[in-house]
C-alpha cells in the first residue's frame, strides 16, 4: 500500500542527533502524497542543542507538514476518539519514550498520540534511536517487538566501536516501513 492520501502523525523526540534525518523522510512522505500531522515532544518544542535551536525545527517541520505541531497532551487526546490518522510514525523515537510506550505511560504529546493510536487498533511505527537500545532500553525493544500493531524501522548498531550499545534505525527505510505496516506486516530484515 502507498503512503498517497495517507493521514500520518509523524511525532518526534528529542534525539536531537538524528532529527534532520527523520524530517528528510517526512519531506519524501509530503512528495509521496501522505498528509502529515506533526506532534512534538516537550523536549523537542523547549530544548535548543548543538543541532539546531528548538523554534528552528518547530518551524521547519510546520513549513513541511504545512500544520502547526501538536504539543500538549490536550491537543493530543483526540487522536483517539476522533480517529484521525491512519499511522503514527515516532522518529525518531528515544529510550526514554520506547520505555514510556512499552510501559503505558502516557506523560508527553508523543506517548499519548501512541496510546491514542494503539487504542484504535491501528499502526505506530518506530524509527529507534538510543545509546542504550542494547543495554537499559533492550527490555522495552523486546516489549514492543511483540506488541500489535507496532512496526518497526530497520535497525542496527551506528558505532560498535565507540558506542556499543548504540541502536539507530536505518532512516532512509521510514517510506517502505510505513507501506508495509498499513498492509499489517512488519518490514524485513529488521536488523541490519
Known sequence: MNVNKKKIGVAITGSFCT???????FERLVFLGADLTPIISNNVATINSRFGRAEDI??????ITGK????TIA????IGPKKELDLVLVAPCTGNTLGKIANGITDTPVTMAVKAQLRNQRPVVIAISTNDGLAASAKNLGVLLNTKNIYFVPFGQ??????PTSLIARFGLIV???????DGRQIEPILV
Not at 68 to 71: A, G, N, R, T
Open 19 to 25: 532529527i534532520q534525518d527523520a524530517i528528510i523522510e
Open 68 to 71: 502547526e505541531c501538536i504539543e
Open 75 to 78: 491537543d493530543a487526546e483526540p
Open 158 to 163: 551506528d558505532d560498535p566501536e565507540k558506542k
Open 58 to 63: 518547530k518551524k521547519r517541520i510546520e513549513l
Open 176 to 182: 517502505p516501513t510505513i507501506e508495509h505496516a498499513l
